[in-house]
């Protein structure tokens, strides 16, 4: 049953009921596959499946940078009976800037001893004249044997003056639900009551073509949200940042970022000061400076470290189809797990309108050790040192393209990735 009401304004209400005789499930991939994995459950409901590819990042995995849908039958292929993928496309464990990448699928499977009933409700107002639209999200998951999940919440955002932004969700995770899953956090008859926030802050400022940014998130270690991006458990993180542009080829940054992870397994706490100034030297030149000072306290292995780290990057247009980067961070004394020393360079030649050709390395001191939580969620995660990326990105029609790319996985002494 679905009801869905809209008028011309855009406002919406929609309601959906459901008494299904399937079971939810939610597997999470690293993103280094080679184009065939397999699902935890058989026997998939067909129409029921959802990809999708998230990018996050490589330092703070609870960071989400992208989030893409993946179509069947162009990105992949499913075999309902068996629960086999094949991937129409490649995926590598990192994207270009070494950022993470992992597969999240989300589906339902046939379950002859499940008894469920699924009630949804999504409404959303405007409100033109003073900028601003309210919304809200219902779901109650009633289960023969675990009883109801409920997971509701809240959405707002109002425009600000000069084009400025700011976003508010809240949500809310009650109740046991039973599911399958690939990972931890997917134990049946476990009770996940907790809360969730965003709020995100985007304004410009006369002064210096200034832009100020804010954003707090926080997820309770209870929390649960299984039909969305993957929540980190137990994470605070408060950032403030603004952009100045002193003069036209000039970029100043100044930032301060507060992290806080606490569950089960990790105990910890992160204060972050940056400064970085961005100067384009001439139309193909342009370098950066950046430094960084951290302190991180490990409460529950009772561990403190200052780190400062600077940073030095150019980025140069050899030619209009040759483009190089090389950049440098570089610790004075003991450096943060997240931050180690390390050298990244990179390259990009564009053969033709339909063809470029790219290259990526990054040489480190040590693995990129995130503080949050990611053991109950399923976010990848790498312990490798080194990376290297070759390959070529062809546009074979408008909307289509392939890309090739060599990658060498558990080298000499097992933790490297090349």
């Not at 970022?257 to 569950?263: A, I, L, P, S």
């Amino acid at each position: 049953m679905k009801l869905h009401l809209e008028n011309s304004l855009g406002d919406q209400l929609t309601v959906t009921g459901a008494r299904p005789d399937t079971a939810f499930a939610r597997d999470v991939f690293a993103g280094d596959q080679l184009g065939l994995i397999r699902l935890s459950r058989i026997d998939i409901l067909p129409g029921s499946d959802s990809l999708a590819l998230e990018v996050r990042d490589r330092r703070n995995p609870d960071v989400l940078i992208s989030r893409e849908t993946l179509i069947r039958s162009v990105d992949y292929n499913l075999d309902t009976n068996t629960g086999y993928i094949f991937f129409l496309r490649p995926i590598s464990a990192f994207d270009h800037n070494f950022n993470l990448v992992q597969i999240v699928a989300t589906y339902e499977y046939r379950s002859n001893d499940m008894s469920s009933a699924v009630y949804t409700a999504r409404a959303s107002k405007h409100f033109a004249g003073l900028g601003l639209r309210l919304g809200g999200s219902f779901i109650d998951q009633r289960q023969a044997d675990s009883g109801s999940f409920i997971l509701g919440g809240i959405d707002a955002e109002k425009q600000l003056p000069r084009n400025g932004r700011l976003s508010f969700e809240w949500a809310s995770s009650h109740g046991r639900l039973a599911f399958g899953g690939n990972f931890a956090s997917s134990t049946p008859g476990e009770e996940h009551n907790g809360n969730a926030t965003r709020i995100e802050l985007e304004q410009p400022l006369k002064v210096c073509e200034a832009v100020v940014h804010a954003t707090f998130t926080r997820s309770d270690a209870s929390f649960l949200n299984p039909f969305g991006a993957t929540a980190t458990p137990g994470s605070q993180r408060l950032t403030a940042s603004v952009d100045l542009k002193p003069r036209s080829r000039s970029l100043l940054k100044f930032g301060l970022t507060h992290e806080k992870n606490e569950t089960e397994n990790v105990d910890n706490r992160r204060l972050t000061a940056s400064a970085s100034w961005t100067e384009t030297i001439s139309e193909r030149l342009r370098a950066t400076l950046g430094f960084d000072f951290r302190r991180f306290t490990d409460t529950k292995n009772d561990h403190q470290i200052q780190s400062k780290l600077f940073t030095a990057g150019v980025d140069w247009q050899a030619t209009d189809k040759l483009q190089f980067s090389a950049r440098r961070e570089q610790n004075l004394g003991v450096a943060d797990p997240t931050y180690p020393n390390q050298t990244t360079l990179t390259a990009t030649y564009q053969i033709n309108k339909m063809a470029k050709l790219f290259f990526a390395q990054r040489l480190a001191s040590a693995p990129i050790v995130p503080i949050s939580d990611t053991a109950t969620n399923g976010i990848a995660t790498s312990s490798s040192r080194r990376e290297t990326q070759i390959g070529i990105e062809t546009q074979i029609a408008h909307h289509t393209s392939l890309i090739g790319r060599y990658q060498l996985e558990n080298g000499i002494n097992g933790a490297d990735s090349f």
